[in-house]
């Protein structure tokens, strides 16, 4: 019945990618408007996020940015069924590229595609691999279905490289001396195996400290891709490479990537993904911040 129950589901889907995107979007934000209306476990997740990261702001304010993140949110997830199905045409209309010209660097060095977790971060993955053959990190899914759409999604356009979770960075590092730039999510709590507390928005979050450690094993430059979510689309833009990175240690070089996501989050609130428990790791004695 559950693999019945998800070929239903992904046919729903499959359907779904016909629509024109305004009419996708505007079941998107209902959709998105009944999640933060029922999901009570992530509504809280997302306030908390929000609190902590923006407490000047009134507990009203607050609230009317999650709504629209909540909205913006399911509005990308409806948006993947273009990713997985439409047409190259139509996605090279509806995903616009702008800085292409930092994809590749004069002078052969690897390249990390450096990108936060904005809501629009799948349809920037689908265009970096019309682009070019690209390399990232999955985690396998428990529902085998689920898991060999999404790994079709990904192989598309371009053969890329998948490196799984459990593998670490030796694949990575493997894929980047070939040539392949690295697509990278760098801002998720992992747990404290792997991670070290820098802050972020003030509040030390348990961050895996790769981006450095990549860069100083590999060569590799920074270039940051920024997918934003806009009314006919998206806009992603590659800007150009950290100069002077990486700095004096691992820890500056953590630090300085979360502040400029910081900058990055400030220019569109809405479109960060507060629905992750992204302070869900403490330091030694510090008080949960999550029910």
Same mark, same amino acid.
């Given at each position: 019945?559950?693999?019945?129950?998800?070929?239903?589901?992904?046919?729903?889907?499959?359907?779904?990618?016909?629509?024109?995107l305004p009419w996708?979007?505007?079941?998107? $934000?209902? /959709?998105? &408007?009944? @999640?933060?209306?029922?999901?009570?476990?992530? !509504?809280?997740?997302? %306030?908390?996020? +929000? #609190?902590?990261?923006?407490?000047?702001?009134?507990?009203?304010?607050?609230?009317?940015?999650?709504?629209?993140?909540?909205?913006?949110?399911?509005? $990308?997830? /409806?948006? &993947?069924? @273009?990713?997985?199905?439409?047409?190259?045409? !139509?996605?090279?209309? %509806?995903?616009? +590229? #702008?800085?292409?010209?930092?994809?590749?660097?004069?002078?052969?060095?690897?390249?990390?595609?450096?990108?936060?977790?904005?809501?629009?971060?799948? $349809?920037?993955?689908? &265009?970096?691999?019309?682009?070019?053959?690209?390399?990232?990190?999955?985690?396998?899914?428990?529902?085998?279905?689920?898991?060999?759409?999404?790994?079709?999604?990904?192989?598309?356009?371009?053969?890329?490289?998948?490196?799984?979770?459990?593998?670490?960075?030796?694949?990575?590092?493997?894929?980047?001396?070939?040539?392949?730039?690295?697509?990278?999510?760098?801002?998720?709590?992992?747990?404290?195996?792997?991670?070290?507390?820098?802050?972020?928005?003030?509040?030390?979050?348990?961050?895996?400290?790769?981006?450095?450690?990549?860069?100083?094993?590999?060569?590799?430059?920074?270039?940051?891709?920024?997918?934003?979510?806009?009314?006919?689309?998206?806009?992603?833009?590659?800007?150009?490479?950290?100069?002077?990175?990486?700095?004096a240690s691992v820890?500056?070089?953590?630090?300085?990537?979360?502040?400029?996501?910081?900058?990055?989050?400030?220019?569109?609130?809405?479109?960060?993904?507060?629905?992750?428990?992204?302070?869900?790791?403490?330091?030694?004695?510090?008080?949960?911040?999550?029910?």
């Amino acid at each position: 019945m559950k693999k019945l129950a998800t070929y239903c589901g992904l046919g729903l889907l499959w359907w779904l990618h016909w629509l024109p995107l305004p009419w996708l979007r505007a079941l998107g $934000a209902l /959709l998105g &408007r009944l @999640l933060y209306r029922f999901g009570r476990e992530r !509504r809280e997740v997302a %306030l908390t996020n +929000l #609190r902590l990261c923006f407490p000047a702001l009134s507990a009203v304010d607050r609230e009317q940015l999650a709504r629209r993140h909540f909205v913006a949110f399911a509005q $990308a997830v /409806l948006d &993947r069924t @273009l990713g997985w199905w439409a047409p190259r045409g !139509r996605l090279e209309r %509806l995903i616009r +590229l #702008r800085g292409g010209e930092h994809l590749r660097s004069a002078d052969g060095r690897p390249t990390i595609l450096l990108a936060p977790h904005f809501v629009g971060l799948d $349809a920037g993955g689908t &265009r970096m691999t019309m682009e070019a053959p690209v390399c990232s990190v999955y985690s396998n899914q428990k529902n085998p279905v689920l898991n060999r759409l999404l790994y079709a999604g990904r192989m598309r356009f371009n053969p890329s490289q998948l490196a799984s979770r459990q593998e670490g960075l030796r694949k990575v590092v493997k894929y980047l001396k070939e040539g392949y730039p690295f697509y990278y999510l760098p801002d998720m709590d992992f747990g404290p195996k792997e991670s070290i507390f820098s802050p972020f928005f003030g509040v030390q979050a348990a961050t895996i400290p790769a981006l450095s450690r990549l860069v100083r094993l590999t060569g590799a430059r920074v270039v940051p891709c920024i997918t934003r979510q806009v009314a006919d689309g998206y806009e992603v833009e590659l800007q150009p490479a950290w100069e002077n990175f990486p700095g004096a240690s691992v820890e500056a070089d953590t630090e300085f990537m979360n502040r400029f996501i910081e900058s990055e989050v400030l220019k569109m609130p809405e479109q960060y993904f507060w629905l992750h428990k992204r302070f869900k790791t403490r330091p030694a004695g510090e008080q949960r911040f999550y029910k």
